[in-house]
């Protein structure tokens, strides 16, 4: 069965340095994984994906994620933050095994950006 | 494109009240799903449609909720009666799913309403 774990519940940064949020999955197929992005009192924006094309996945807004199947990790970074990128990240695995097209969502990263 | 598209909002009711939430997804997508959102248990799946028809409503929490998609560009999701514990965010997103199997596509997600059962 697949899963997802965001490793940190809560991350804090100053404006202007690196973002790094964790996310480690379990699977047993080739995974399609997700980051989404929900802002205050928003709805889930996608972040990017990655569909088993390049390991390395860009985003919007100066997002990536790298997908590392040997470390079974897809962790989310951004080499500067801005005050705009604070918010709720969610790291998804979609549930290829059941061909439904079922999302399965982690807990959540929430992101502070300290000026 | 309208992206996904949720009324109402916000939406206050009181207990033993019905609520109706309705959704309308983006034109061409073949699946929609419903989701529950609240600190305590995150992002819940409570149904999934394909093409207009339930696969899976294992996550409809009991029989006061109920879902029902009758075409294509339109879903509602009722809850009869309605109990302060349903008091949460619920979203509507939509995808188009290959017709021949292969990768999920990506889901859009509306808004959300936020409902307050007093």
């Known amino acids: 069965a697949q899963s997802v774990t965001q490793l940190d519940s809560h991350v804090s940064v100053s404006e202007g340095t690196p973002v790094l949020l964790r996310c480690n999955y379990s699977?047993?197929?080739?995974?399609?994984l997700f980051w989404y992005v929900q802002h205050p009192n928003k709805g889930l924006q996608l972040l990017l994906k990655?569909?088993?094309?390049?390991?390395l996945v860009k985003g919007i807004n100066g997002f990536e994620a790298e997908f590392k199947k040997s470390e079974t990790s897809f962790h989310l970074t951004k080499p500067s933050a801005h005050m705009s990128d604070a918010a709720e990240y969610f790291c998804?695995?979609?549930?290829?095994?059941?061909?439904?097209?079922?999302?399965?969502f982690g807990q959540g990263t929430t992101l502070q950006v300290k000026p | 494109d309208a992206g996904v598209i949720q009324s109402p909002r916000h939406e206050v009711t009181e207990m033993g009240q019905e609520v109706t939430l309705r959704c309308k997804p983006i034109?061409?997508?073949?699946?929609l799903f419903w989701y529950r959102q609240t600190m305590m248990r995150g992002l819940e799946l409570l149904i999934y449609?394909?093409?207009?028809?339930?696969?899976?409503d294992s996550g409809m929490p009991e029989d006061r909720f109920s879902a029902k998609m009758p075409n294509a560009s339109f879903s509602t999701l009722k809850i009869q009666p309605s109990e302060p514990r349903d008091s949460a965010v619920y979203f509507c997103a939509s995808s188009l799913k290959p017709r021949t199997g292969g990768r999920t596509d990506t889901q859009y997600f509306g808004p959300g309403t936020r409902l307050t059962v007093l």
């Open positions: 449609f394909n093409n207009n028809v339930p696969i899976d």
């Open positions: 699977s047993s197929y080739s995974p399609s």
């Open positions: 034109s061409g997508h073949n699946s």
């Open positions: 998804v695995v979609s549930d290829q095994g059941s061909n439904t097209g079922k999302l399965i």
């Open positions: 990655y569909t088993s094309a390049a390991t």
